[in-house]
């Protein structure tokens, strides 16, 4: 009998979850508009960059903003995010990607209730990507390979700690940089890190003690770079290697300022967040006059100009 | 059979029913306070997202009782991972891939069961030392690669609700099999209760020990092979956390962490715990900091709980 009583205790409630479908409301169209955005974790100053660029530009214009970053950066916190905010509904999403390899389903889905995606950062090939707006990270990481021949003047190795293979941009800034600085006669190590910061600060470590050659290290973004100048910095071979990094954080201009790391590929992740959200109003304007892809340069920042980023 | 079968409610208790109030009691107060909520696509969301960590769990769940810790399993999963990707992008069959998967996972178990029975040094410390181990050997095997793309027929098991719901049905039954109808399982709790005793009265502690870590091992190696699936992508990242992720649903559950009592629908009762504070703390439009605060409390009540109770036994 007790059984049977917990039984049906267990039904009614099954009961009173199922009946509020019938007082399901999902985002109403009839209020603000929503835009979600979505990144790497809030550790990572690029992705709030982007965040702080979508939130203002969001209330310039009126939209509800909600940020759904996973607090780790993990593939599939990310993709678990972004399928309930599908479900919960939204006017459109900006996204950042993690692994833009991971993001199919949870693209269809948006794509089926009609919400208008734009992707900043790394490309996701996708029919439903109205629009991508990103460095032009091949030509920059040229660019920075050109930088680190010049101030090398081509002499000794390349230490290059590249993010995660198979990441769009992490490709990118490692054949940039790379086919530049072979084309010059440095040699090029290559040391992926999946963008873990721990790692890179391993890596360097390893290398410089066991190649005393080094006379650049490249970082395929700043975090790293400063992880690569702690790690210099321990083996008291600071004044020996030059540090580049790639992003243009803070951080890291206030490193090139104390002349710990020299330069830096600086990005516009702000704007990256302000011109998706641009795209999304006019989108819900029925207007189609935007671009399909942006692709922004990047510029070299070291103490020669490092002062005017700094304010 | 029937004998045993007293003696094992003896053991366990209710077979938790505060854990199942605390899971619709969560649900309501969403559906109260989240109107976006109300929605069947937020249930089927729900099992969509805890499919894959309640495989792991399950495994979790035996070997905790058993009086156990496995906190290898993430690196298994990503071992596996890894194993899956080269196998398909060498174009072999993609039996072979599921295979390589899960038999990797049940050889660390393997090894996991044998080094704890044999050297008696504690599971803690030889499960971390696989950790690093499985780690560094996916690394090694897939790090500096891009694995994705897989064919349409294998990564159908792990998308939408199907496949992945039917493969925790399962292994949900499978497990609840062995625990509640093998001399197997009924040895786990024997066992995790007060293993000395269950030695003397002719069990063969070692041997079932060893059993259990490669079940526990086999299901992270089926969980990499899903996650594969799901994402269409294998990197040795995979995993990261989800040791910890799978005890704390086996905890919050009713499981006792350690060992002697508990039972697999109680495991998925946890998972699904956790998953619909994520999803609600979402639709309430809370952001992920949130969800780690809120699932951290919650571990710690489920334990407490549990401690209250056994004190009360």
Known sequence: MKRFGKMVLVLLLCGLCFSTFAFAEGHGKGGKMLIGYTGFAPTLPFSVSISRGVQDKCKELGYEFVVLSPAETKAELQVQAL???????????????????????????????????????AVVNHPSVLAFIGTDNLEAARMAGRYIVEKTKAKGDLLLIA????????????????????????????????????????????????????????????????AVKQAAKSLGLLDKVIIVGFDGDLSALKAIKAGEILATTRQQPYLMGQSGVDVLSKVFAGKKDYLKEVLIP????????????LQ | MSAGMNERKAILGEPGVPQLMALFAILIVFSVFAPSFRQI??????????????????????????????????????????????????ELPIVLAILAGV?????????????IVTTGVPAFIVTMGMMGIAKGASLIIGAAKDMSIFPKSFTVIGTGLRWPGIILAICVLIIFFILWRTRLGFNAYAIGGNS???????????????????????????AGVMYTAKFDLATPN?????????????????????????????????????????????????GSFWQRITIGIVIILAVMTDSLQRKSD
């Open chain 2, 196 to 222: 000395t005793v269950a030695r003397l009265s002719g069990v063969k502690v070692k041997r079932n020990q060893v059993i259990y870590y490669v079940i526990g091992g086999f299901l992270a190696g089926l």
């Open chain 2, 238 to 286: 995979t995993g990261d956390g989800w040791e910890l992720q799978a005890i704390a649903a086996v905890v919050i559950g009713g499981t006792s962490l350690f060992g002697g009592k508990g039972g697999v629908f109680r495991t998925v009762v946890g998972v699904l715990i956790i998953k619909s504070l994520e999803t609600g703390l979402i639709h309430i439009g809370l």
């Open chain 2, 41 to 90: 696509a937020t249930y089927s969301n729900i099992i969509v997202h805890s499919a894959i960590l309640g495989v792991v769990a399950c495994g979790t769940t035996i070997v905790l009782i058993s009086g156990g810790l496995d906190l290898s399993v993430s690196s298994i999963m990503a071992i596996s991972t890894v194993l899956v990707g080269t196998v398909l992008i060498n």
């Open chain 1, 83 to 121: 399928d309930n905010a599908i479900i919960k509904g939204l006017d459109g999403l900006v996204i950042m990607p993690i692994d833009a390899r991971a993001l199919g389903p949870s693209l269809d889905a948006a794509q089926k209730k009609g919400i208008p995606v734009v992707v900043v950062d």
């Open chain 1, 163 to 226: 993010g995660q293979i198979g990441h769009p941009n992490g490709d990118k800034r490692l054949k940039g940089v790379k086919e530049v600085c072979e084309a010059a006669g440095m040699k090029v190590t290559v040391r992926p890190t999946d963008w873990m910061t721990d790692r890179a600060m391993q890596y360097a470590t390893d290398e410089l003690q066991a190649n005393p050659k080094i006379s650049a290290i490249f970082s395929s973004w700043d975090p790293g770079a400063l």
């Open chain 1, 298 to 309: 990047g510029e070299m920042i070291d103490k020669s100009n490092v002062d005017k980023y």
């Open chain 2, 103 to 115: 038999l990797v996972g049940a050889l660390c178990g393997l090894v996991n069961g044998t080094i």
